[in-house]
């Protein structure tokens, strides 16, 4: 279920009938593409199911947004102030979820 209010933005929160911990989640297979921009990197984030708690991890870097849920078929931008190349974050980003830790 989604709550709209006309002309404002939905809320973000996202409620689960079930503890993390016993929740059955599919392997995630998060999408990602590299977007550079002038002194800072978007990650475009997509995954065609739930990936919940979705952690980023890239040396040196500190993420606007981090341990987020995707909801299947929805996009999360996270961005990086960093001169890093594209190619290089693209080899170095680790990206793990809730269901990767078990």
């Known amino acids: 279920a989604q709550f709209t209010c006309p002309g404002e933005d939905p809320p973000d929160a996202i409620r689960y009938f079930a ?9 995630a297979g998060v999408r990602f593409e590299i977007i ?9 984030l997509t995954s065609s199911v739930l990936a919940k708690n979705v952690f980023l ?28 190349p594209a190619d ?10 809730l269901r990767d830790t078990y």
């Open 57 to 84: 991890h890239l040396d040196g870097c500190h993420f606007s947004d981090n341990f987020f849920d995707i909801l299947p078929g929805e996009t999360v931008d996270v961005t990086i102030e960093t001169d890093i």
């Open 19 to 27: 503890h993390p911990k016993d929740m059955r989640l599919p392997g």
């Open 36 to 44: 550079p921009g002038d002194g800072n990197v978007t990650i475009e």
């Open 88 to 97: 290089e974050i693209k080899d170095k980003l680790k990206i793990r979820t």
